[in-house]
T-cell receptor
Framework: DGGITQSPKYLFRKEGQNVTLSCEQN?????MYWYRQDPGQGLRLIYY???????QKGDIAEGYSVSREKKESFPLTVTSAQKNPTAFYLC?????????FGPGTRLLVL | GDSVTQMEGPVTLSEEAFLTINCTYT??????LFWYVQYPGEGLQLLLK?????DKGSNKGFEATYRKETTSFHLEKGSVQVSDSAVYFC????????FGIGTKLQVIP
């Protein structure tokens, strides 16, 4: 079955540490996205990529970085510059009007 | 850019009640319109969509009609169940979907 996988399901970050969230899709979608969701709030776009080796900042890109070396993969790094990283992170991919979401990664700060 | 205004929740209904969640959008051109549902601790799932004016999207008893004249895409269901308890997101978009704040629905037996 095609879909999006995100790993890990839970991730713990220590102060000053960079962590990377994985997102892989086998849907052959060109576009991929990272969203952040805080408790009781909607989704805010962090970064998106319409094509391999290209990506754009979303609304809240500060403290995050991404890469898009392969069509299937769009990892998100939460850097130490992100002072409030605790949130639920959702990866998505799309082709045309069809958008699929991964199951999410919950990031917690120790 | 595209934006969306969605009614704030939480919305609490008794089982078998009628549901309406309002959604209005602003966008350049004529975007596709989507409703997504998020169950606790999970990612978003597409509930229904409409790609042009006057289209009606439907799924699992939920319906929404693309109203270009009022730029709205209100979600309705005639008889909600406890299992419908979730957060519902309205979203317009072309290639980059914009999300509303989400409306939490609680259905009590």
């Amino acid at each position: 079955d095609g879909g999006i996988t995100q790993s890990p399901k839970y991730l713990f970050r220590k102060e000053g540490q960079n962590v990377t969230l994985s997102c892989e899709q086998n849907l052959n979608h060109d576009a991929m996205y990272w969203y952040r969701q805080d408790p009781g709030q909607g989704l805010r776009l962090i970064y998106y990529s319409q094509i391999v080796n290209d990506f754009q900042k979303g609304d809240i890109a500060e403290g995050y970085s991404v890469s898009r070396e392969k069509k299937e993969s769009f990892p998100l790094t939460v850097t130490s510059a992100q002072k409030n990283p605790t949130a639920f992170y959702l990866c998505a991919s799309s082709r045309g009007t069809d958008t699929n979401f991964g199951p999410g990664t919950r990031l917690l700060v120790l | 850019g595209d934006s969306v205004t969605q009614m704030e929740g939480p919305v609490t209904l008794s089982e078998e009640a009628f549901l309406t969640i309002n959604c209005t959008y602003t966008a350049t051109g004529y975007p596709s319109l989507f409703w997504y549902v998020q169950y606790p601790g999970e990612g978003l799932q597409l509930l229904l969509k409409a790609t042009k004016a006057d289209d009606k999207g439907s799924n699992k008893g939920f319906e929404a009609t693309y109203r270009k004249e009022t730029t709205s895409f209100h979600l309705e269901k005639g008889s909600v169940q406890v299992s419908d308890s979730a957060v519902y997101f309205c979203a317009p978009g072309y290639q980059k979907v914009t999300f509303g704040i989400g409306t939490k629905l609680q259905v009590i037996p």
